[in-house]
């Protein structure tokens, strides 16, 4: 029979053996490539919602928050840097899909640690403009009789003694914003 022949053909099997043996090599080759991209592994594995919730909750100062936005920023840069294809003996590997994915992570990592900060910057303002906003409401409501003179002018000491102390709550709103702009959040 015809595949008997093809068999028996020692040309047949010295190639047939040759393409095997180049499959197992190219086999190899791509998963050797492929684990040179486990170094961006952490970006794929981690739960993002559950490490930038454990990140806010630590009350990180911005400079902490730049330094995590700034290492994304760094993975970005990496990723970008990195070829786009690969061609390994007969096989063509396109690496954009991931390349993309990875930056897509790195972006929404950078995105969600400026809200953050954002927002720790806004409730900071908020808390001390709400601080001013009594203040001023309780000032200059006229007094109608002596006792609430006497509150009044006890609350003015009280807030001129905690002056320091809020004046002190600008500087690292200041640092927040500056490092918003610091990362192009506008």
Same mark, same amino acid.
């Given at each position: 029979s015809y595949y008997e022949i093809i068999c028996m053909d020692s040309d047949i099997l010295r190639l047939t053996d040759q393409i095997l043996q180049g499959m197992s090599t190219t086999s190899t080759l791509i998963t050797t490539y492929k684990?040179?991209?486990? =170094?961006?592994?952490?970006?794929? +594995?981690t739960e993002?919602?559950?490490?930038?919730?454990?990140? *806010?909750? @630590?009350?990180?100062?911005p400079a902490q928050f730049d330094a995590e936005i700034q290492r994304y920023k760094q993975q970005q840069a990496e990723i970008n840097g990195e070829s786009s294809t690969n061609v390994i003996n007969f096989v063509r590997i396109d690496c954009n899909a991931m390349k993309d994915a990875l930056i897509g992570y790195c972006l929404q990592a950078q995105g969600k640690l400026t809200g953050l900060l954002n927002n720790n910057g806004v409730q900071e303002l908020q808390a001390i403009n709400e601080f001013f906003r009594n203040s001023r409401e309780k000032l200059s409501a006229q007094p *109608?009789?002596?006792?609430?003179?006497? #509150?009044?002018? @006890?609350?003015?000491? +009280? /807030? =001129? +003694? @905690?002056?320091?102390? &809020?004046? #002190?709550?600008?500087?690292? &709103?200041? +640092? &927040?914003?500056? /490092?918003?702009?610091?990362?192009d959040v506008q």
């Amino acid at each position: 029979s015809y595949y008997e022949i093809i068999c028996m053909d020692s040309d047949i099997l010295r190639l047939t053996d040759q393409i095997l043996q180049g499959m197992s090599t190219t086999s190899t080759l791509i998963t050797t490539y492929k684990s040179y991209w486990d =170094k961006y592994k952490s970006l794929w +594995e981690t739960e993002k919602e559950n490490s930038l919730k454990k990140f *806010t909750k @630590a009350s990180n100062s911005p400079a902490q928050f730049d330094a995590e936005i700034q290492r994304y920023k760094q993975q970005q840069a990496e990723i970008n840097g990195e070829s786009s294809t690969n061609v390994i003996n007969f096989v063509r590997i396109d690496c954009n899909a991931m390349k993309d994915a990875l930056i897509g992570y790195c972006l929404q990592a950078q995105g969600k640690l400026t809200g953050l900060l954002n927002n720790n910057g806004v409730q900071e303002l908020q808390a001390i403009n709400e601080f001013f906003r009594n203040s001023r409401e309780k000032l200059s409501a006229q007094p *109608t009789n002596l006792d609430e003179l006497s #509150a009044k002018i @006890a609350f003015c000491k +009280e /807030t =001129k +003694e @905690a002056l320091p102390s &809020v004046l #002190a709550r600008f500087e690292p &709103v200041r +640092e &927040v914003y500056n /490092t918003l702009f610091k990362n192009d959040v506008q």
